[in-house]
C-alpha cells in the first residue's frame, strides 16, 4: 500500500486547513458583530442617562429604550434592558432625592460599562 507523495498530503492538510477557516470565519464574525452592537449600545444608553439625571428629562431616554427594545437577541442586552429599565424609574420617582438619584444612577453606570 502506497501513502503517496509528501506534496499530495500537504496539500490535503492546507485543503482542511481552509475549509475550517471557512467555517469558523462567519460564526467568529456574527461573534464580534453582537459584542460590537452591545457595547455601543452601552455607551449610548450611559450617555442618554446621564444626559436625562442632568436635564431632569427621560423623554429621550424612555424613546430610544422603546425603539431599540425590539432588536433584543440575546442575554446580555436583556441585562442591559432591565438596568436601564430601573435607571428610568429610578429617574421618573419624585419621592427620591437628587442626590440618592444620582449616586443610584451612578451604581446603574458602573453596571453598563
Known sequence: ?????LSE????????????VALF????????????KTR????????????????KDTSNLESYFKISYLVIDSNDDKQVY???????????NKDIPQDKKETDI?????YLK
Open 25 to 36: 470565519l462567519p460564526v467568529y464574525d456574527k461573534k464580534q458583530e453582537k459584542r460590537k
Open 82 to 92: 432591565s438596568l436601564v429599565q430601573h435607571a428610568i424609574e429610578i429617574l421618573n
Open 9 to 20: 498530503w500537504v496539500t490535503a492538510a492546507a485543503e482542511i486547513a481552509a475549509v475550517c
Open 1 to 5: 500500500m502506497s501513502i503517496g507523495p
Open 40 to 55: 455601543n449600545m452601552k455607551a449610548i444608553f450611559r450617555f442618554l442617562i446621564r444626559k436625562a439625571l442632568d436635564e
Open 106 to 110: 451612578e451604581q446603574l453606570l458602573e
